[in-house]
């Protein structure tokens, strides 16, 4: 550890070594005075371990490594010192007044960070009790922060997956991976459960995925747990490197999972959308049997939105672990322009999905069934009616994100907060790439209305849609939802009474563009198809005042049908 931490480093980034608190304050230090050497050093930090005799501790050695942001100002060597001073003080290393505590240094080689090293035999010869020194460790760097004004992480809660060990992402770098092999089982398996009709099922998936799937099986013969491993990932036996699903994250645990699955989804694969009108026995919406299994997932996030704002907490932090399996399911079926931008979504979203509120399991299984639609009904593109539909559930998400991260800000679970908001910034980025075509189609399809029915459809949204600021007026998502409304109205419904049911279903504060939100949710309400139709309205088409060609449906009815 001394050799590493006064020597060049794997790259010769190590600059000008030297101590900046030490436990006494007259450890030598080989990095500033040329008479001390490293043995010397070694010796001093190694006096109460020798001291201690047979058989020797193991694992005498702690190290921590304090970095500072890389925006933040550089702190001097007595400010670090203190820091270093102030976090062995927290972890119980060298408690303030205490004479027998153990022996420390800080050691400065970059002007970011410093690493702590100690050697945790007390002075009384007995071994420090360091249980919980990472919690106190962040607990402590958070009021330093605060204290020397400087950028404030978020609080932990325990509920975070485990990280990656420096050691696994030195192997991810040595071997040119993009990223340590744990973080991409992770993914795999959450990928596989999202969806999943049952336990066996599950484990087929992952098996499907290439992975190698271990089961721990209890002496009764039942499973009582599992673990995977990446067929190319290996030890220096050439044995494969297994993780259990709870190493993983700890809702990916097989107790946990199964809960997931208890409640069950439709293992028909079957979309709401495809079963038909109650009446005419007819498909309701046009398009592929991906888009519709979208159109639906939509819905499904629409209600999670108000579930998420209006039912109990546990209710609905069961709505937030359902639509994680919707964000996969995208990501697996996401084409290579917007893969990795869902998967980035995905990612953060767990974390956001993941808190001490315990959630009720049988409430997410309208997510969980949209989800499995989607898995069953195949590949949709970013052309035409497929697009405008992703489009369509994208936009959802977004909100949903948004309502997700309110929740958490309400209840001070600040890392899920955090994580929500980083969801939803991802969202946006690949909804960016997805709705440019069917918005740009629908926005000229808005700018070459009759003006009569512009006009008309101008007025209702200025009407009901106060929120939309004069910024957006006149706009191409402005154009989008006049051209979605005249749409509407020739398909006999009432464009303000969609309009205003549309607004109503809430969370459109922290939109981006709130006509654009307004396009998908009036698509949907009025079962329209997410691409624009090809014919514009033409001027003698039939106006609002003449009445509708066919009876439209009651608002009431509206909702019952676009929500399933």
């Given at each position: ?6 020597g060049?480093g ?48 193991k ?59 100690a ?62 092999m ?9 990928q ?59 809702d ?14 439709r ?29 639906d ?71 969980r ?131 205003e ?23 949907r ?39 399933h």
């Open positions: 550890m001394l050799a590493y931490l006064y060049p794997r790259r010769d980034e190590h600059f000008d070594p030297h101590l900046v608190a030490s436990w006494d304050g007259f450890a030598p230090d080989p990095g500033r005075d040329p008479n001390a050497t490293l043995k010397q050093l070694e010796q001093a930090l190694d006096l109460r371990v020798n001291q201690r005799g047979r058989p020797r501790l694992n005498h050695v702690w190290h921590c490594p304090v970095s500072l942001d890389p925006d933040e100002r550089v702190l001097s060597d007595d400010e670090w010192g203190e820091v270093a001073r102030r976090v062995v003080a927290a972890v119980g290393i060298a408690p303030p007044g205490d004479p027998d505590g153990c022996r420390w240094i800080a050691v400065r080689h970059d002007p970011r960070h410093i690493h702590i090293m050697t945790v035999v007390r002075g009384d010869l007995r071994g420090a009790r360091l249980h919980g020194d990472a919690q106190r460790a962040q607990d402590e760097c958070r009021l330093i922060e605060k204290e020397l004004g400087l950028r404030q992480l978020n609080p932990g809660d325990k509920t975070a997956a485990k990280r990656p060990t420096s050691a696994e992402g030195h192997k991810a770098e040595r071997l040119g991976r993009p990223e340590p744990r973080l991409q089982l992770r993914d795999r398996v959450r596989a459960v999202a969806g999943a009709a049952d336990e066996a099922e599950f484990f087929s998936r992952l098996e499907a995925a290439g992975l190698l799937v271990k089961p721990k099986v209890g002496p009764s013969g039942d499973v009582l747990g599992y673990s995977v491993a990446h067929p190319d990932d290996r030890n220096a036996q050439g044995d494969p490197i297994f993780f259990s699903g709870s190493k993983l994250a700890p990916l645990s097989l107790p946990r999972i199964r809960k997931r699955l208890h409640g069950g989804v293992a028909d694969g079957a979309s709401a959308a495809e079963q038909g009108d109650p009446v005419t026995g007819k498909a309701r919406v046009p398009g592929s049997r991906a888009a519709r299994a979208r159109r997932a939509a819905a499904a996030v629409d209600d999670a939105i108000h579930t998420i704002e209006e039912g109990s907490e546990e209710e609905a932090a069961a709505q937030l672990v359902g639509a994680i399996e919707i964000i996969d399911v995208l990501a697996v079926r996401a084409p290579a322009d917007t893969r990795a931008q869902l998967l980035s979504a995905a990612r953060a979203f767990e974390r956001a999905s993941r808190s001490h509120v315990r959630a009720e399991r049988a409430d997410n299984r309208a997510v069934a949209a989800a499995r639609q989607m898995l069953s009904s195949g590949y949709a593109g970013n052309r035409s009616e497929d697009g405008g539909v992703t489009a369509m559930l994208l936009s959802a998400l977004i909100l949903l994100a948004i309502a997700s991260a309110r929740w958490h800000s309400a209840r001070s679970h600040a890392q899920q907060a955090a994580a929500a908001s980083a969801a939803a910034e991802q969202l946006r980025a690949a909804y960016a790439t997805v709705a440019a075509r069917p918005m740009a189609a629908m926005a000229a399809r808005g700018r070459s209305l009759p003006s009569p029915v512009r006009d008309r459809q101008d007025a209702v949204i200025r009407a009901k849609l106060p929120e939309a600021g004069a910024g957006e007026s006149g706009g191409s998502d402005w154009d989008a939802l006049a051209a979605t409304l005249a749409e509407a109205e020739a398909a006999g419904h009432d464009p303000a009474a969609l309009l049911e549309a607004r109503n279903r809430r969370e459109l504060g922290t939109a981006d563009s709130v006509t654009a939100v307004m396009v998908w949710r009036v698509r309400i009025a079962q329209l198809s997410a691409a624009p139709s090809a014919k514009p309205e033409q001027p003698g088409a039939r106006t609002r005042n003449e009445g509708p060609a066919a009876p439209a449906p009651a608002p009431g009815r509206q909702a019952r049908n676009s929500r």
